[in-house]
């Protein structure tokens, strides 16, 4: 089953309705992740509209919403989630912070650092009380949604902070871990293409893809720092629900029972 909605300018958006879970699979129509939604063209907007989305959760940073504001169809509503606002700063940030000087961007993420610097932010993911927050109230209302149709969870790229949030829910769900690697993956094959111009416009700077996919992509190692801190924390992904998030049994049972066909 392809899950792919196609909408060129907003790649790496997926239905996750369809896949396996216990007791059945992910209901279709109900949750889609993506990319922000800023450039969203005219002709993909009807693409966008037969979806069914009423409620979009956007975890960017505030200043990431205010520079790049969705561009959507009247009636939406949109929850501002800011999982990184405790956070120093971030791995694509930092990669603007540094301009184009090769010399400097090999300094701050050559010779491992930019896989290091991604997997200490998946593992604030699972720590940092603003990240905790966003997550929680994602959840929550995706559990009690306040109007019917379907939800949409964003970040700017849709691998990150969208990933996690996708790939804790199918956990929770009781998804195997090689479909939740499968999904959390497939930002790859969705979101890098569509990148080619920025690897292009760096090429021409000095600086090579090899630098940049560290940040660009995702690797099942930054998957499995969230998982670890969540193990060596809360001991489960329920544990991680309940303790790490404050969600009640109640909550993760209303989640199922919405999302699992």
Request: aromatic letters at 6%.
């Amino acid at each position: 089953m392809d899950r792919r909605i196609p909408l060129p300018s907003a790649p790496n958006t997926r239905d996750l309705g369809g896949l396996p879970v216990d007791g059945g699979i992910v209901r279709a129509r109900q949750i889609y992740r993506s990319t922000m939604l800023a450039n969203l063209s005219d002709e993909d907007l009807p693409i966008f509209e037969s979806l069914g989305v009423t409620i979009i959760y956007d975890m960017r940073t505030e200043g990431e919403r205010t520079s790049a504001p969705d561009r959507l169809p009247a009636g939406i509503e949109v929850t501002g989630l800011d999982v990184l606002a405790d956070h120093s700063t971030d791995a694509a940030t930092s990669i603007g912070n540094l301009g184009t000087n090769p010399e400097l961007l090999d300094d701050v993420l050559g010779s491992g650092q930019a896989e290091a610097l991604m997997e200490q932010t998946y593992r604030d993911f699972i720590t940092l009380r603003s990240a905790q927050t966003s997550y929680r109230d994602f959840f929550h209302g995706l559990a009690y949604p306040n109007r019917a149709g379907a939800a949409l969870v964003h970040c700017t790229t849709g691998k990150d902070r969208t990933g996690w949030a996708a790939a804790s829910l199918l956990l929770l769900l009781g998804a195997d871990e090689q479909t939740v690697r499968d999904d959390y993956l497939q930002s790859n094959t969705d979101l890098l293409p569509a990148l080619q111009p920025l690897f292009d416009l760096a090429a021409a700077q000095g600086i090579t893809a090899d630098l940049l996919l560290p940040v660009l992509g995702v690797r099942e190692s930054y998957l499995d720092a969230a998982l670890n801190q969540v193990d060596s924390r809360f001991g489960s992904i329920e544990g991680y629900f309940t303790t790490g998030l404050g969600l009640n049994s109640g909550t993760l049972d209303a989640l199922r029972s919405r999302l699992i066909d």
